[in-house]
């Protein structure tokens, strides 16, 4: 199975203030079609994951333009610009390129 | 507006069996491939299972393998997830997800709770 290795795994943030959460895949993750399958899914407390960021990079309709993803073949970044407190939560990360897909292992994201 | 509602969790003993539901709405159900993932108490996501969307292929992790059975229903726009030999591992929230046509899951429910203990 893909490894999928997310890192940090706490993030304390001002309000305000820009993050950023990595992610490192044991295998690159281009598909066959040229495509890479690499998704952001937020998680606040008690609810379940909604999706950010998919193909590495293309933005949910639903979410703020401060979210942004970046990266190629194994190595990935999710940036969040200007953390606002609805910001609080797990990220996780994920591969849809390998069966099984995979995730990292969450960031839990705070405010100091 | 698309809706996932998972039902069938509950407690069971070590080596029981339980068959969770996910009823779909708000879109062509049988226009999309389904999946299982679960998330154990305080833990990370894990997918666990995947269907196609006519039901011909079928996907599990290893240690799911001839214990689960994914399956789905077109004509009642509902997925199926059957659950036996259940252990203490399988614990978790269960979530079904849609896959959309990009290697993502689009849309989540809100989860059903899987307690496994004697």
């Known amino acids: 199975d893909v490894v999928v290795t997310q890192s940090p795994r706490s993030l304390p943030v001002t309000l305000g203030q820009s993050a950023s959460i990595s992610c490192r895949s044991s295998?690159?993750?281009?598909?066959?079609?040229?495509?890479?399958?690499f998704n952001w899914f937020q998680q606040r407390p008690g609810q379940s994951p909604r999706r950010l960021i998919y193909?590495?990079?293309k933005r949910d309709s639903g979410a703020p333009d401060r979210f942004s993803g970046s990266g190629s073949d194994t190595d990935f970044t999710l940036q969040i610009s200007r953390v606002e407190a609805e910001d609080v939560g797990v990220y996780y990360c994920?591969?849809?390129?390998?069966?099984?897909?995979?995730f990292g292992q969450g960031t839990k994201v705070e405010i100091k | 507006e698309v809706h996932l509602v998972e039902s069938g969790g509950g407690l069971v003993q070590p080596g029981g069996s339980l068959r969770l539901s996910c009823a779909a709405s708000?879109?062509?159900?049988?226009?999309?491939?389904m999946h299982w993932v679960r998330q154990a108490p305080g833990k990370g996501l894990e997918s666990v299972s995947a269907?196609?969307?006519?039901?011909?292929?079928?996907y599990y992790i290893d240690s799911v393998k001839g214990r689960f059975t994914i399956s789905r229903d077109n004509s009642k726009n509902t997925l199926y997830l059957q659950m036996g030999s259940l252990r203490v591992e399988d614990m978790a929230v269960y979530y079904c997800?849609?896959?959309?046509?990009?290697?993502?899951?689009?849309?989540w429910g809100q989860g059903t709770l899987v307690t496994v203990s004697s």
């Open positions: 269907i196609s969307a006519y039901g011909g292929n079928t």
């Open positions: 997800m849609r896959e959309a046509p990009n290697g993502s899951g689009d849309y």
């Open positions: 708000g879109f062509t159900f049988s226009s999309f491939p």
């Open positions: 193909e590495v990079s």
């Open positions: 994920m591969q849809g390129t390998h069966w099984p897909w995979t």
């Open positions: 295998q690159p993750l281009v598909f066959s079609d040229g495509n890479t399958y």
